[in-house]
């Protein structure tokens, strides 16, 4: 019986390499990028809960499918990071630090729904931002990784554009999700939640 | 090693450009008439400098806002208060030393 190497071949991660990917940095890039999918998951629970009153329940929708497709784009890309040979932090509190985005705090003012769009409106447009500059470090070098990050980005792109919508009036193109967080593009298992 | 960037008539005051070096990006340009170059990346949480402004010899980051001397790497004063721990804490930018040789203008890159 032949003997294993210690170390496996892993051309997966080989032929990015070879295409001139530094491997290593979209490694970094992707962790930051899930830490803050996954911290806004927490944020955006909080956010929803203080969207109170007549005003607020019908916002409560909109930020619930925003919140849950967060936390599916961090359930897409995580297992990515693996199978390029990385990981992401094993304490909690080190994966919160390293989250490209900041923390979405309750504004003081929370009553006033609009103050709560805001930084809705302000973590989306800083997820286009981290997902834009993975999509241009990938295309054409890492098509696998390139696809799973423009999925993520067309539904940030939609989020933005629902709270845009909500603060000034400007059209979204929103139509309903089927069901709460459907996730249309980045769902692993389509038409499930 | 020393890599050729460009040749430096090219390069204009108040101007930030970029290119690739052995798989990274560096972003380079003048100011007061003195030549720069540092990482694309941003040592806070990696934005792309290259898309950044410069200010008064600093370079602004376009994600977060945070600024770095082009010559020093230095950061400047950190837009997000205290609440947000250690989220907020930065490095400084990594800078490469420059050259002029004959037209062209050159940066210092450690080999692998």
Redesign the interface.
Known sequence: MSKRSKEPEVVGREVLEKAGLNVKELIDKLVAAVAAEFTTYYYYTILRMHLTGMEGEGLKEIAEDARLEDRLHFELMTPRIYELGGQIPNDIRKFADLAACPDAYLPKDWKDPKNILEVLLKAEQCAIRVWTDVCSMTLGKDPRTYDLAQRILQEEVEHEAWFLELLYGRPSGHFRRRFPGEGPRSSRFPGSS | MWHTIAQHSEVKEGKVYFREIN??IVVYGKFRGNYFAFDS?CPH????LQQGELIDGKVKC???GYTFDVFTGKHGRIP?PK??????ETGNLKVYKTRIKGPSLQLYMPEK
Do not use: F
């Open positions: 798989g990274r990346r949480k990696g934005g792309p376009p994600w977060h997000y609440r947000y721990g250690r989220w907020r």
